[in-house]
C-alpha cells in the first residue's frame, strides 16, 4: 500500500479558488492580470484564489473524442478568446502533449491511484504532470459505470492526485432511478472527502441522467443539491462545485448563475469548436458586486 504525506499535499497551503466573503468588488484590469498569462511557466494552475477575482471555471470533458487536428484547430480558436475565467480541457490523454501552445489549462480524465509499477495501461498522476496536464477528472459516472470504478477506489485516485499536486475534478451524481434519492448517492459519493485538509479540489456535480441527454435540472434543483454538497463539505476547505451535463452556449450563463455554481463540466458542446467558443464568451460576465452575485457560503477553514 503507498502512503501517502497528506501533510505536505496541496499547494503551499494556498487555496486557489476558495471563496472569501469579504471580496466585495474586483476590478477589471486585476483580473486582466491574472488571467493574461492563462497558465504559470511549466504548465502549472496558476493557484491564486480564482474567485475573490470573480472567476468561474470552465471545463471542458472532451471523452474519447478529437484528434491531433482538431488540436490545432481547437488550440487556434480558442487562443483568441480573452476571459476572465478560468478555462481547463480535459482531451483523450494521448493528445495532451499537442497543447503546448495552448494559453488555457489542461487536464486528463483518468489518473491510477499509484505513481509507478506493473499496472498495464495505466498513467500515474506524475506521468500526467510531466506531460503538461494540471487537472485530472476522477470518478467520471462514465468510469464508475463502464470500469466499476468504486467510491474507494476513486479516493484512491484522489490521494494519489493531490499528493502530486494535480488538482482533482471529483465527478458525482446520481441515475436516473435515483433521481429522487441524490442526497443518499451524493452523501455516499462525498462522505470520504469531509476533512478538514481537503485540498485543491474541484467537484462536479453531474447527474449521470442529464449527460448528453438535454435534459437538466432547474435551477432550483441544481442550487439545491449544490447546497446539500457544500453543507457535507462545510469542515472542509480549499474546494469548489461546478455543474456538469448538457451545458451548451445556450444554457451556460443561467447554469453559472445558480446560487453555489462555481463553474461548468461542458461534454459534448466542447467538441463543437464555435460553440465552446461562445460558451466561454457568454459566460465572460462582469461580476463587481460579489456579495450581491455569488451568494454565500461558509467554508470553516
Ligand atoms: P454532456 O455535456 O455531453 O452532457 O456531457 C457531460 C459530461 O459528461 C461532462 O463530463
Redesign the pocket.
Known amino acids: 500500500m503507498v502512503e501517502y504525506n497528506l501533510a505536505k499535499v496541496g499547494v503551499e497551503g494556498s487555496n486557489p479558488f476558495a471563496r472569501s466573503r469579504s471580496v466585495k468588488a474586483v476590478v477589471r484590469s486585476e483580473r486582466c492580470c491574472v488571467d493574461r498569462g492563462g497558465k504559470d511557466a511549466g504548465g502549472e494552475a496558476s493557484f491564486v484564489n480564482l474567485i475573490e477575482l470573480n472567476m468561474k471555471i470552465i ?1 471542458a ?1 472532451w ?1 474519447m473524442n478529437g484528434n491531433v487536428g482538431f488540436v490545432k484547430l481547437f488550440i487556434e480558436k480558442i487562443n483568441q478568446v480573452s476571459t476572465n475565467n478560468r478555462i481547463i480541457v ?1 482531451p483523450p490523454v494521448s493528445l495532451v502533449s499537442f497543447f503546448g501552445n495552448f494559453r488555457y489549462h489542461v487536464g486528463a480524465q483518468n489518473c491510477f491511484s499509484r505513481i509507478a509499477g506493473a499496472f498495464t495501461g495505466e498513467n500515474s498522476p506524475q506521468l500526467l504532470k510531466e506531460l503538461g496536464c494540471s487537472y485530472v ?1 476522477l470518478g ?3 468510469r464508475r459505470a463502464i470500469f466499476a470504478e468504486s467510491d474507494d477506489f476513486v479516493y484512491e485516485k484522489w490521494l494519489a492526485a493531490v499528493e502530486q499536486n494535480l488538482m482533482p475534478i471529483v ?1 458525482v451524481g446520481e441515475n436516473l432511478q435515483d433521481r429522487t434519492r441524490s442526497s443518499e448517492i451524493l452523501t455516499r459519493q462525498l462522505s470520504r472527502y469531509q476533512q478538514k485538509d481537503l485540498h485543491n479540489t474541484i467537484f ?1 456535480y ?1 447527474p449521470v441522467w ?5 435534459k437538466i435540472p432547474s435551477a432550483q434543483e441544481i442550487s439545491t443539491t449544490v447546497a446539500f454538497m457544500a453543507d457535507m463539505l462545510a469542515h472542509s476547505i480549499n474546494y469548489n462545485i461546478v455543474y ?5 452556449a445556450a444554457n451556460a450563463e443561467t447554469i453559472l448563475a445558480c446560487p453555489g455554481v462555481d463553474g461548468i ?6 467538441l463543437d469548436i464555435d460553440e465552446f467558443r461562445s460558451v466561454i464568451e457568454n459566460c465572460n460576465v462582469e461580476l463587481l458586486e460579489t456579495d450581491q452575485k455569488i451568494p454565500s457560503r461558509t467554508r470553516n477553514s
Open positions: 471545463i470533458n471523452k480535459c477528472l467520471h459516472s462514465e465527478c462536479a453531474e442529464s449527460i448528453g441527454t438535454a456538469g451535463g448538457s451545458v451548451n463540466l461542458v461534454g459534448g458542446a466542447s
